[in-house]
């Protein structure tokens, strides 16, 4: 959090306010009435030469991020390391996610070897756009690369990091490092809901792993999941193919489809 000052002229007297408090009355305007006013304000304060402090650029950065206005928010980013506050995570994390959305594979690759020779370490957040935009382009093996750093730096995936990487390896048909992929999710305590169903089902279909199936769908049971109408017909279709009867009633019998 950066100390720096600024001053505000009141009826009352000049009151010293510092960036955190700058940023809070900022903030405050998004939530009462919307990023658009917050924008305002911002350029209202920034207009009547008050200093923006490193807390006050990132929430403005994330504003513009949010209502699409990338190129402004690259400008906020930018005037923000020229003014010497380049040690904001939050920040790095609204642009490199950003870049990530833009397909801006690069920019985003060189902000986040900008921000570790800064000193700044990577959140879950830079990781998980960072495994998206290589899903994207199908590079397994930077995917590969990207999860062992997170393991090194004791980044603990969530439950976005693991459905894009098994989503990934899914599509490249790699299901074996799906389901252990998956096994260590269901270890780390990590739920599952439709869209780590819907790429489970496939794997586990796919592979004729029927136990690991039904053990699939009695745990969405357990925890109160549905399946949906694709869902359903890929499991249906996996007892069928191995002529569990009884386990594709059972299914239909539970599962109220939608």
């Known amino acids: 959090m950066n100390g720096q000052e600024v ?15 700058l940023s809070t009355v900022v903030n405050g305007f998004s939530k009462k009435i919307g990023i658009l006013v917050m924008v305002k304000v911002f350029k209202e304060l920034i207009f009547k030469g008050y200093e923006s402090g490193q807390v006050t ?17 690259e400008e906020v980013f930018l005037e923000m390391e020229q003014k ?24 985003a690759m060189k902000l986040v070897a900008k921000m570790k020779q800064r000193g700044c370490k990577p959140n879950v957040w830079i990781y998980n756009s960072l495994i998206d935009m ?10 590969e690369k990207l999860w062992k750093e997170m393991k090194r730096r004791r980044v603990a995936p969530d439950k976005v990091s693991y459905t894009t990487i098994i989503g990934a390896y899914s599509k490249a ?35 004729g792993l ?3 199936l039904l053990k699939l769908l009695q745990d969405m049971k357990a925890e109160g999941k549905r399946l949906d109408q694709r869902l ?20 239909k019998e ?3 489809v939608t």
Do not use: P
């Open 232 to 251: 359903y017909q890929s499991a249906w279709n996996a007892f069928k193919d191995v002529g569990l009867q009884i386990q594709a009633r059972w299914m």
């Open 173 to 207: 048909g790699e299901f074996e490092t799906c389901v252990k992929l998956f096994n260590e999710y269901r270890m780390n305590g990590g739920l599952i809901d439709r869209a780590m169903a819907g790429i489970m089902v496939g794997v586990f279909s796919k592979v």
């Open 84 to 107: 010497g506050f380049d040690k904001c995570v939050y920040a790095y994390s609204t642009m490199i996610v950003m870049y990530g959305r833009m397909g801006r594979v690069t920019s």
């Open 57 to 73: 650029y990132a929430s403005v950065i994330n504003a513009y991020f949010h209502l699409e206005q990338y190129s402004k928010a």
């Open 254 to 256: 539970i599962f109220f």
């Open 210 to 212: 029927v136990d690991e």
């Open 134 to 143: 290589h899903r994207r382009d199908n590079n397994l093996k930077q995917l």
């Open 7 to 21: 001053r505000i002229e009141t009826e009352d007297a000049d009151l010293k306010v510092s960036d955190c408090i």
